[in-house]
């Protein structure tokens, strides 16, 4: 059975930084493709960044260049970096999974991913 437990969040001041972590278990994140998603109140689920087997990231416009999607092999986490923050990076972040060495996938759609953790809360003040 796969786990994925969300670990990191926390409330921050604008231009701060967090560090997400994903802990899974049941699958190794080297052989999966790993997200995370966002959900502010109020509104739908959006994409943040993914990262395939192989190791390549794509990012929503809205990130990139200031979050970073990683995977740690000892530790089989999939990690986010979030420097820059904004107060409109405020939601609840999700971890998801896709476990198997798949590619012709859809990176930021929801539909991609079999498995997802509880989430965590991440809150920017300005």
């Known amino acids: 059975q796969v786990k994925l437990v969300e670990s990191g969040g926390g409330s921050v001041q604008a231009g701060g930084s967090l560090r997400l972590s994903c802990a899974v278990s049941g699958r190794t994140v080297s052989n999966s493709r790993m997200a995370w998603f966002r959900q502010a109140p109020g509104k739908e689920r959006e994409f943040v960044a993914a990262?395939?087997?192989?190791?390549?990231?794509v990012y929503a416009d809205s990130v990139k260049g200031r979050f970073t999607i990683s995977r740690d092999m000892t530790k089989n986490t999939a990690d986010l970096q979030m420097n820059g923050l904004m107060p409109e990076d405020t939601a609840v972040y999700y971890c998801a999974a896709r476990p198997g060495r798949v590619t012709a996938v859809t990176p930021g759609s929801r539909g991609t991913y079999d498995y997802w953790g509880q989430g965590t809360q991440v809150t920017v003040s300005s």
């Open positions: 990262i395939g087997w192989q190791g390549g990231a």
